[in-house]
Every structure is written in structure tokens, then in C-alpha cells.
């Protein structure tokens, strides 16, 4: 059988390595389906029930394997709904591949049915956009797009017309009039880690080792580098700081790590670095500013693969460009071990303070059922090896804090856009990507009910993913970021009572259950992680517990108390849940 286009970008896509593609088809790619069902031994099509998924599980399989991840919609609307999954890949530097169909270049401009000109569509979320409009331009383009995605941890994108998929793949349908000719490459690339200059190592120890309070602050650019991430900082006595996508470098009970930063960080981490003289920062532009030392405060070294992301929160005494793991090796052996351990010491005692007080959240006895103790029922019976991944809103506070990092756990949730609903369809992609692991996807009921039918795609692929709703009936996050500008909440809730998603999981063919007592949990909670395929646990807790700051600021609580003057509801139930609160952080 002649090979057409579509075939030539499934082959192609399979000499990259490249074995899964997640999407929903149409008569947009039609030719592209052709391509994949011949190529079908060797490339898997995922198939879902929005494309928006489709493209959060492109980015979520990128996230969890550092390879491409590839994702495929029609034109037009098909290719529109994609874009929210990515802009996630693009705001969190993971390389993704998007294929979009596109009307028959003979009606373009015409203002056809679908006709959605999706290169200008994708300008600014692709650093590759291409549409094809010539068989010679294959498959060296699809080459050059991948390169793109992997070397720029970014989005390329792909439009393909309907005449020129289904065209034969070594048609030349044009004279050739200019010098050049159709473009020749192949499908390999040369990536070895960025190796830093000695000069800049030499300048970076000169900073570190004249300071006396040096804290660490390490994002996910130092995955892969725990170990020597743990013995700089045992050299120069310092505390690791950890941003929230970073939270799987270093285990959280580690005694060195005092945890997260920010809105959802600890006190202990936000103190350091209003204390600090000397900030190390590793593969983050950890973008809160607020939560960083304060302009002349500090010495600041960063170690950064993208030059781009040098500088751009803080001036950078001494920039490094390079892989974090070759930097930090090479910079040890350039250390002394600092003698005074009194910064590290007085932080250690702060966060053994912290972890007492968390735990002390993690209450059976409390009505309604606290949502830390649901995240930390999933922490106490998850395996050492599972991965959790998670929606954008309150629970991303309690998995912060409640979702302990050991073993080889990891975590991951959508870092800069914070989108909501990238939960689900992470845990689907990263079940196929390792599927004898542990996946657990804990979410939210506002994110779960945006993409929930991908909760059938589980099913139908038969994944042993786990859904764990954190069901509060309301948009929790959005409900504590009104009031904490002073204003009541306002549209925020759904009306009484919560929805039972576990009766629409069971009517899919899965294990489920619904949990309204504490004392259901933990058993409701092993039993999904006992069960050998798809299983959901919907559990409903304490709509009014707020999800407060590890370090609460006088115009916060200013603000806090204001928006309850101006009629804040539920008002009693709120002060209630911040008293008991208090007092178990005073039992503490």
C-alpha cells in the first residue's frame, strides 16, 4: 500500500520512540487516523472524551517521563479545546508535541465549515508552529518539531490539511524554481547535560562559602539530582527550601528540608528566607516574589539550564548555566564545610514544631471529616514507589503538607498555569507510562466534574488509577482567595447536597465508594488501593476549613476579618473550623 502523509508522521513518530499519542478523532484528521491504524503495532492511540484531556495527558507523560509527549486533535474545535493542556506544557518547560487537522488547502480562505486557522491560533503557546502544505516537507519537519520540543522543553505544533494527509507521501506536486530543496534530516538529536564553567563554579563557591545563613531553594530543575542536592547542603549547613513542583527532589521528612514556600509552603520556610544572607537557588524561577529575600538582603547564587531564567526574580550574584546535577557535583569538592550550624539548627527545631502541628491536623474526630485527614489516610496507606498527582485549589494545600515524599514517591500538579482539572488525565497518562505503579489522582469535586468522563476512559483502557475527590461542594480555593481580599465569598458553592460521583463511577464499571464519617476512611481509602483496576473514593469534608498560609501576615488577617464584617456567610462555621485549628496547634 502506497504510503500517505498521515502514515509518513505515525512512522516518523515511532523512530522517535514515541509509542502512545492521546487524542479524539474527526473528520479534521481523518488521514492522520489512517496513519496511526498502520502504524498501530508499534504507536498506540489513546482514545478520550475531550480533547482538553488529551492534551493534559501529552503534558503529564512529558512531566513523569522527560520524553515527548504527543497529543492529536481535529480541526477546528477539536484543536481549540487543546490549548488549555498546553499551556500547561509550555508554562512548566515540558516538551510537548500537539497535531491538529486543517480544512483542504483548496477552500482555505473560503470561510469553510471548521475553518480555524490554527498556526496563528497557536502562536504564542508553540515555539514551533508549522503547517504543511507540501508532501516533500515530510517527515523531515516532524524531525525538526520534536527537536524543537525537547531542546526548548516547549510545545511544537503541527497542522496538517485534508488533502495533504491522505496525499502520497513521496508526491511532488510542484516545479522546484528556488535554490533550495526539500528538507533532509533524521530522527535522532544530540542532548548531553549542559556542563557548567569552572569560572562561574568558582564565582558561585565564593559567595556561598562567605556566608553564614545559607538556605537552598530547589525546584523540579533539580530532579534527579537528590543526592547531590543533600550534600551541598550538608556542606554549607543549609536548609532546603522546596517550590511545590519541586516537592519530590528531597524526601519531606528529611531533617535537612523545612518543606515548601509560599502561600502553600511552612513557616519555617518563610522565616528562613526572611532571615537568610546567602540563597542558593537550584533549577527554579520560583515566580512568588513576595516570598523571597528582600531586595540587598541576600547573596544569591542560581543554577539554571535555560540562560533566560537567570535573574529574573532576583539580581543573581553568580548565575550558573547548566544541568543541576553536573553544577552541584562540580561545585562540592570548591566547599568547606561551614562550622556554624546555628542558622540550620534553629530552623530544624522550627520545622519539628511545624510537622507536630500537621499532624495534630490529621484529626478522625472531627465533623465534618477534615480534608487533612483524607490526604493523610491516602499518605499513610499509599506504597513508598506511588506517584500522586493533583488538581490546582485547596487540595493542592493539603497535598502539600500531608502528602509525605519517601521512597521513590513523586508529585505533580500544574506548577504555573495552576489550571484546574489536570489531575485525572495526568494519572491516565502516567498509568501508561508505568503501569506496575501506583498512580493516584487526588482532586478536587470542581476539577473532578470538569473532565470526569476521562474517568470512563480509565475504565475502558482498564487502568488501575485511583480518583480520590476531596469533595467539598464548592471551588474551595477561589471561596479563601475572596475573603483574604476582604470581601465575602460570592458564588463559590454549589447548592446542598454534595454530588455523589461515586455512583456515576460504579455505573462505569468501576470499584467506588461514597464516604460521609471519618471513621469509613481509611478503610474506603485501602480498599481502592487494594483494588486491581480503576476505583474511586468520593469523600465529602469540611467545605469551611481554610487552607491558611504556613505564616499569616497582619494584612491578611486584616482582610480576613473585614470581608466577615461586610457578611461573610457560614461565618460561624468558618471561625469554628480556624478555632479548632488553633487549638490543636496549641495542643501541638
Known sequence: MQEIVGESLARRLVEWGVDTVFGLPGDGINGLMEGFRRQREKLRFVLVHHEEAAAFMATGYAKATGRLGVCAATSGPGAIHLLNGLYDAKLDHVPVLAITGMQETSVLGAHYQQEVHTTHL????????????????MPAV??????????KRTVAHLTFPNDVQVAPAA???????????????????????????????????????????????????????????LAVAEALAS???????????????????????????????????????????????????????????????????????????????APVCADARLALRELLPMLTHHPDRSFLE?????????????????????????????????DAAAADDAILTCDSGTIATWSARHWTIRGDREFYLSGNLATMAPGLPYAIAMQHAYPGRQVI????????????????????????????INNNNSYGQILWEQIILGYPEYAVRHRQPEADFSSWARGCGAFAIKVTDAKAVPGAIRGALAHPGPALVDCDVNPNEPPMPGKVKYEQAKNFTEAFLRGQPHKVATLASVARDKINELRS
Open 346 to 378: 534553629k530552623y530544624q527545631r522550627k520545622m519539628d514544631g511545624w510537622r507536630s502541628e500537621m499532624t495534630r491536623l490529621v484529626d478522625p474526630e472531627r465533623v465534618p471529616i477534615a480534608p487533612q485527614y483524607l490526604i493523610g489516610c491516602i
Open 441 to 468: 489522582a487526588y482532586v478536587g469535586d470542581g476539577g473532578f466534574a470538569m473532565l470526569m468522563a476521562e474517568f470512563l476512559t480509565a475504565v475502558r483502557h482498564e487502568l488501575p488509577i485511583k480518583v480520590v
Open 171 to 229: 508526491q511532488d506536486p510542484y516545479r522546484h524554481v528556488s535554490p533550495g530543496k526539500p528538507p533532509m534530516s533524521a530522527a535522532e538529536m544530540c542532548q548531553p547535560p549542559l556542563a557548567p564553567h569552572q569560572q562561574e563554579l568558582v564565582k558561585a563557591a565564593e559567595v556561598l562559602k562567605a556566608g553564614r545563613k545559607v538556605a537552598m531553594l530547589v525546584g523540579i530543575g533539580a530532579r534527579g539530582a537528590r543526592a547531590e542536592v
Open 142 to 151: 516532524v524531525d525538526l518539531a520534536i527537536r524543537h520540543a525537547l531542546s
Open 122 to 137: 497557536y502562536q504564542d503557546v508553540a515555539g514551533y508552529n508549522l503547517m504543511i502544505t507540501n508532501p516533500q516537507q
Open 239 to 317: 536548609p532546603i527550601v522546596k517550590t511545590l513542583p519541586g516537592k519530590q527532589v528531597v524526601p519531606d521528612e528529611h531533617p535537612l528540608t523545612t518543606g515548601g514556600l509560599g502561600l502553600l509552603g511552612t513557616a519555617p520556610s518563610e522565616e528562613l528566607m526572611e532571615e537568610c544572607d546567602t540563597l542558593l537557588m537550584v533549577g527554579t524561577s520560583f515566580p512568588y516574589g513576595k516570598y523571597l529575600p528582600s531586595p540587598g538582603q541576600a547573596k544569591v547564587v542560581q543554577i539554571e539550564v535555560d540562560p533566560s531564567l537567570l535573574g529574573m526574580r532576583l539580581p543573581v550574584d
